[in-house]
Nanobody, 122 residues
Framework: QVHLVESGGGLVQAGESLKLSCTHSIETRCISGMAWYRQVPGKERELVATIYSGESTYFLDSIKGRFTISEDNSKTAVYLQMNSLKPEDTATYYC????????????????WGQGTQVTVSS
């Protein structure tokens, strides 16, 4: 059974920082990438950033230069450092890990965390 546990969300004022963490129990040799998504009620979930073997990619112009995705050396955790937060960053943030062991073989199956709420007040 796969477990992804997110933490670090909360209520902050504009300009402040938060660091989201996600730890998981996935067989690391099966992982082809980890990512953070975010979702606002009534809107589609959007990809924020991905990381694989230390190489990161950012998908939203609005967060470039403010957010940093990272992973630990064991690839059992992924982080999202969020600086200079803005009210428009308010969302539920989800951790995503692509790849896991299925019936004894690595498969490109994604796993999701339960989400952590980030609220930025103006």
């Amino acid at each position: 059974q796969v477990h992804l546990v997110e933490s670090g969300g909360g209520l902050v004022q504009a300009g402040e920082s938060l660091k989201l963490s996600c730890t998981h129990s996935i067989e690391t040799r099966c992982i082809s990438g980890m990512a953070w998504y975010r979702q606002v009620p009534g809107k589609e979930r959007e990809l924020v950033a991905t990381i694989y073997s230390g190489e990161s990619t950012y998908f939203l112009d609005s967060i470039k230069g403010r957010f940093t995705i990272s992973e630990d050396n064991s690839k059992t955790a992924v982080y999202l450092q969020m600086n200079s937060l803005k009210p428009e960053d308010t969302a539920t943030y989800y951790c995503n890990v692509n790849g896991r062991l299925v019936d004894g073989r690595c498969r490109g199956v994604p796993s999701w965390g339960q989400g952590t709420q980030v609220t930025v007040s103006s």
